[in-house]
């Protein structure tokens, strides 16, 4: 069973093109975040949602706007995409959002824009 | 604001070397710090991890760091390098103020010669 599944794995789309990436963890967890791997391979924190509510809220674009329906999910949405956006997004769960709480990665989404 | 250092972007050991790979941070209190491990493709993979204690942290796969306050390090390193252990390894440094947002170092990319 994969503890934090990602969906789709690869996506390419054009530029001003609305997507979502998909995110669930079966580990019982209650808290989820994304995170951006740029093409040099840096991570970033974008947000972080605890039992579906908003914990960390980065500098991002609000063309980017995440949603927890619940806490076993947590759903990246992109309005207009632009080139800049094509990364490599992971979301990650852990127990809670104490410090030093381990975080588990999902295999990521490869976002192309064209 | 903390930050992570990862000197080294690639390093090229032989398969049955030591390895050792470089990290430093700033950061005004005690930090935790954390080794994740990305393999092509795929998330990451925690490694190991520092709190407080016991200076020398063992990890996963046979690596272990050592916490150095003096240094501000936490280098990664393994006796006996094989060659699954390619990849690219990050170091993070983890926030004490709540809400556990992960720093990210550049990470370094290990190449594994035969």
């Known amino acids: 069973d994969t503890a934090v599944s990602q969906t789709p794995k690869y996506l390419v789309t054009q530029m001003g093109n609305d997507k979502s990436i998909k995110c669930e963890q079966n580990?019982?967890?209650?808290?989820m975040y994304w995170y951006k791997q740029d093409s040099k391979k840096f991570l970033k924190i974008m947000f972080s949602y605890n039992n579906k509510e908003l914990i960390i809220n980065e500098t991002v674009p609000n063309r980017f706007s995440p949603k927890s329906p619940d806490k076993a999910h947590l759903n990246l949405h992109i309005n207009s995409l632009e080139l800049g956006d094509s990364a490599v997004y992971f979301c990650?769960?852990?127990?809670?959002?104490?410090?030093?709480?381990?975080?588990?990665f999902g295999p990521g989404t490869r976002l192309l824009v064209l | 604001a903390q930050s992570v250092t990862q000197p080294d972007i690639h390093i090229t050991v032989s398969e049955g070397a030591s390895l050792e790979l470089r990290c430093n941070y700033s950061y005004g209190a005690t930090p935790y710090l954390f080794w994740y491990v990305q393999s092509p493709g795929q998330g990451l993979q925690l490694l190991l991890k520092?709190?407080?204690?016991?200076?020398l942290v063992q990890g996963i796969k046979g690596f272990e760091a050592e916490f150095k306050r003096s240094q501000s390090s936490f280098n990664l390193r393994k006796p006996s390098v094989h060659w699954s252990d390619a990849a690219e390894y990050f170091c993070a440094v983890g926030q004490t103020g709540g809400g556990n947002k992960l720093t990210f170092g550049t990470g370094t990319q290990l190449k594994v010669e035969l």
């Open positions: 580990l019982g967890h209650d808290t």
């Open positions: 990650a769960s852990s127990q809670g959002y104490r410090s030093g709480e381990t975080q588990y």
């Open positions: 520092y709190f407080s204690g016991d200076t």
